[in-house]
């Protein structure tokens, strides 16, 4: 029987990318001129320094632009809130990945709702959709597509 996997998750190596060439605008930037700021990535998250409030505020869409120009999905970043400790102001952002509890039942409701031939399940992070007709399987990734969920959907391991 046909059948793929819903997953939820990002390419770490264009994050690293993206904060990287983050980084490079932030050096080339006139507004930054002697102001120390910085962009680091520790797998899962990206920490933001400046120097002011307002520094952070002009790096958050910097980042954003960043991830933008390199295909990846803006919907995984959660960001936490700016912390001042002495003379800096830092910021952490949370890239999550995968599907918890919540989203994968929202997901499977969805699916179901759209009276499709098809049964979805959940696996740990992940949905499996299977169905006798691959045509079926096919409309659900375009459903998918469309719909607007709150975290990027990825269909993997297509298998007739």
């Known amino acids: 029987m046909p059948s793929f996997d819903i997953v ?6 264009e994050i690293t990318n993206s904060v990287d060439q983050a ?4 050096d080339t930037r006139f507004d930054f001129k002697g102001v120390e700021a910085s962009f680091s990535y520790a797998e899962p998250t990206v920490t933001m320094k400046a120097e002011s409030e307002m520094h952070l505020r002009q790096m958050t869409d910097m ?4 991830f933008t120009k390199r295909g990846v999905d803006v919907k995984c970043l959660d960001f936490g809130s700016i912390e001042h400790s002495g003379k800096s102001y830092h910021q952490t952002v949370n890239v999550r990945q995968g599907l918890d509890k919540e989203q994968a039942k929202k997901l499977v409701k969805l699916i179901k709702e759209s009276k499709l031939k098809v049964q979805p399940a959940v696996q740990g992070d992940q949905v ?14 375009q459903m998918l597509k469309q719909a607007d969920f709150e975290m990027p959907l990825v269909p993997k391991n297509f298998r007739d």
């Open 23 to 26: 980084n490079r605008i932030l």
């Open 63 to 66: 980042l954003l632009g960043a």
């Open 128 to 141: 499996r959709v299977t169905g006798k007709k691959r045509d079926d399987l096919q409309q659900v990734i």
């Open 8 to 13: 939820s998750e990002v390419d770490g190596h």
